[in-house]
């Protein structure tokens, strides 16, 4: 939702607070980056008291292998590549699709979906959100790669940022 413009978004808003005055059941689910909440209250002030904010981590291994049609070494490629991060796993979920060569999905077919995924990702996802991002945001982004794989705490970027 954090890509939504600005007056479909105070739209959405201004909609959803009307009928919860009006006591009319309307709804609005969507998911988001954490900084959701941050933008929903600078559209309307009165945003923060309309939603329930849920905020959604890494899958555990065993959540991320649930309904998993491969097993063994061949899951196991997948799902480190994806590191518990749900839209990795859809990606290369999509990929490995498509580079099964048989029934049955082997480790080098688990490899060549992390790989074909991955570009994906980078040339699709990453890009986009890189050309579509604020100079601030880019600096921001920048503090963050120096953690490379590891997460990046609020306190280190703020550090970083000055």
Not at 1 to 14: F, K
Not at 18 to 42: H, K, T
Not at 63 to 77: E, F, I, P, S
């Amino acid at each position: 939702m954090q890509d939504l413009d600005t007056e479909l978004l105070g739209a959405l808003l201004s909609v959803q607070y009307a009928a919860g005055q009006r006591g009319w059941p309307m709804y609005i689910l969507g998911g988001g980056l954490p900084s959701l909440p941050g933008q929903l209250s600078e559209s309307r002030s009165y945003a923060e008291r309309l939603f329930h904010y849920c905020m959604v981590g890494k899958l555990a291994p065993d959540a991320a292998a649930k309904g998993a049609v491969l097993r063994g070494q061949a899951l196991d490629t997948v799902l480190d590549a994806a590191g518990g991060c749900a839209y990795f796993l859809q990606a290369y979920g999509r990929t490995l699709w498509e580079a099964a060569s048989e029934k049955e999905i082997t480790v080098g077919d688990a490899r060549l979906a992390v790989e074909l995924g991955t570009a994906d990702l980078d040339h699709g996802f990453f890009v986009a959100r890189w050309q579509r991002a604020t100079p601030a945001e880019r600096n921001y982004l920048r503090a963050m790669i120096q953690d490379g794989e590891g997460p990046s705490t609020t306190a280190d970027l703020s550090g970083r940022l000055g």
